[in-house]
């Protein structure tokens, strides 16, 4: 599995495994659980989960995906904006540590912005950082202007990752947020990286995927992954599609793929409002 390289020295897979919607039916857990570790067994350490998240027992089925190989995965978990304060951060991460059964969340991002000012979240980071609770902190749906605010306060520099949603379908962040996250070595995590499942009936997607002997979500996959700072976080309930999306990190698409893809889905113009879902 290709690795990404994060700015305080830590490499993370380049394709990881989402989770939002896990955890919300008692029926599907083993599946979900099986989704996971399989994921995992194949090199797709990195899982991104949120308190949010069928409130909270998608962290429970995490922990139970990662029950005993806890080392070997990079836990990603999220404060949701309106209990990001100070206090209220490191009250939701240990609530957090509690469900996945750990007593450190490798990355730390605010879900996205709320009401309570961005210095205070930082700070809550900052004591999650110096009680060892959490190994790093990032944000989410940040635009480009929040990204400059964010960055500029105390200790904001330390930011390892923005997650927004980007996809083929959705590159609105190829203007502008990604080539100045690129320019501060700050990852980017693309989620809805497969458009939630709607894959696109296009033409010429279809015709790069049979070029590479792959799938059209595979594609996308790889489309997504082109850049050396870009991690692709694609959630599957089902282990056999798991499989698939982890074998699209090895598609190394070429010029002539990546035109083609270009003129079916072509680049914004201007900047565009960060698309969220
Ligand atoms: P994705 O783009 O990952 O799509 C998930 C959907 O695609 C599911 O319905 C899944 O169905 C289906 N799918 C998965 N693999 C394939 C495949 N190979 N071929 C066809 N269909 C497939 O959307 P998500 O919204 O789940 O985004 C990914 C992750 O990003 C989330 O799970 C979450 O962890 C994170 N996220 C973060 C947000 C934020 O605000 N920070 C917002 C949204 C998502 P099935 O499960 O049946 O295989």
């Known amino acids: 599995m290709r690795q990404v390289a994060l700015r305080n020295g830590t490499r993370v897979p380049a394709l990881g495994l989402g989770t939002w919607k896990m955890g919300e039916d008692v029926r599907q857990r083993a599946q979900e659980v099986r989704a996971l570790a399989t994921g995992i067994d194949l090199g797709a350490t990195l899982i991104d989960t949120a308190e949010m998240y069928a409130d909270g027992r998608s962290e429970e089925l995490v922990a139970a995906a990662i029950k005993g190989r806890r080392e070997g995965v990079y836990l990603v978990s999220k404060v949701l904006p309106q209990n990001a304060s100070r206090a209220g951060t490191v ?14 969340i490798d990355l730390y991002l605010l879900h996205w912005r709320g ?3 961005f210095a205070e979240t930082l ?9 060892g609770k959490i190994r790093g902190f990032g944000v989410s749906n940040l635009d480009l202007k929040e990204m400059k605010e964010w960055s500029g306060l105390s200790r904001g520099d330390k930011t390892l990752a923005n997650q927004v949603q980007y996809s083929i379908e959705s590159r609105g962040i190829d203007f502008d947020l990604l080539p100045w996250c690129r320019e501060r070595a700050i990852a980017v995590m693309a989620y809805c990286p497969l458009a939630q499942g709607g894959i696109p009936r296009n033409a010429a997607l279809v015709r790069v995927a049979e070029r590479h002997r792959a799938t059209p979500a595979q594609i996308m996959l790889a489309w997504v992954l082109r850049h050396e700072h870009v991690i692709a976080i694609p959630k599957s309930a089902k282990p056999e599609r798991v499989r698939e999306n982890v074998q699209a ?29």
Do not use: H, Y
């Not at 009250?91 to 450190?104: H, M, V």
């Not at 090895?250 to 969220?276: H, N, V, W, Y």
């Open 91 to 104: 009250k939701a991460c240990e609530a957090s540590l509690k469900r996945l059964k750990t007593d450190c």
């Open 115 to 117: 009401s309570v000012p």
């Open 123 to 131: 700070a809550g980071f900052d004591d999650l950082m110096q009680a």
């Open 249 to 277: 990190a090895d598609i190394m698409l070429s010029t002539e793929d990546l035109a083609e893809l270009g003129k079916a889905f072509p680049p914004p113009r201007k900047a565009q409002p960060l698309a969220m879902s």
